[in-house]
């Protein structure tokens, strides 16, 4: 082979060699990297209300669970789907609010605190009916009277179908421990009324008289704590009355089944 020839074939070698690389570094990889976005939706927030049905013809709540933000107008919601079986098994509950075939609309009326319900179609509510409406809307700080066809009432429009004891917490079958906090309302003699708190195997864990704010025809209010202990949690009840004045049997009796926690 000639010098020559030599020299021209490196150099084409060398040239080679610099047009590889020069065409690795053109051509770039391209990488794609996929996301996925989830969107997750917020699990509405519930809780606790108190829906009033009747119970030996006179108000009586219950627990129901509904929707944080509109909890006044979930609980009309569910006075409207009435008692379950169980309750009315148990407790004896009924209703008074016809079946729910039309729609209820709820609004407050500005500043006024006013509940206002409009059935569609319209029909007429008896006074039982309307009290189970007015118990079960007033018992939100933000509402202090209840519009029902273009007329307002209070819980004091209702007297006659409140029990002389209508105790509001705790509900019927709600789980406790100790101490149980009673709170309600009470319309007897010197504003006094006995309490017993019954265990499990149905013995007394706790007895005392209580007094509410007021009484001898004039509603009070009435909180009070109830310690106890019990070997094991089960099914008790809070049971409340009134000694009669004229013989001392017990009268105006309540009864609230509770499931005693240790």
């Known amino acids: 082979m000639s010098a020559v020839r030599a020299a021209s074939l490196a150099i084409g070698v060398l040239f080679a060699l610099l047009a590889a690389g020069c065409g690795g570094a053109n051509e770039a990889t391209s990488t794609t990297t996929s996301t996925s976005t989830t969107t997750t939706t917020p699990t509405p927030t519930k809780t606790t209300v108190r829906v009033y049905f009747l119970r030996n013809g006179q108000v009586w709540p ?37 079946v729910p075939k039309h729609a209820v609309n709820f609004e407050l009326a500005g500043t006024r605190r006013v509940g206002v319900v409009r059935y569609q179609p319209s029909f007429p509510l008896g006074k039982l009916a309307k009290a189970q409406v007015v118990y079960t809307l007033t018992q939100f700080p933000t509402i202090k009277a209840v519009e ?9 429009d209702f007297e006659d179908q409140t029990p002389p004891i209508l105790v509001e917490s705790p509900l019927s079958g709600e789980k406790v421990s100790s101490p149980i906090r009673v709170t309600g309302t009470a319309n007897t003699f010197e504003a006094t009324f006995q309490r017993e708190l019954h265990g499990p195997r149905g013995n007394i864990l706790s007895k005392h008289f209580e007094m509410a704010t007021s009484g001898s025809g004039t509603r ?43």
């Open 62 to 98: 219950v627990a129901r669970r509904a929707s944080a933000t509109a909890a006044d107008a979930g609980a009309l919601g569910e006075l409207d789907l009435g008692p379950t079986p169980a309750e009315k098994e148990t407790l004896g509950l009924s209703t008074s609010v016809p």
């Open 148 to 156: 029902i066809d273009g007329k307002r009432y209070t819980r004091t």
């Open 220 to 262: 009070g209010t009435f909180a009070f704590e109830i310690p106890f202990k019990v070997l094991r949690g089960g099914t008790g009840k809070l049971v409340l009355y009134e000694d009669s004045a004229e013989d001392g049997s017990r009268i105006h009796v309540q009864e609230i089944p509770l499931e005693l926690r240790r």
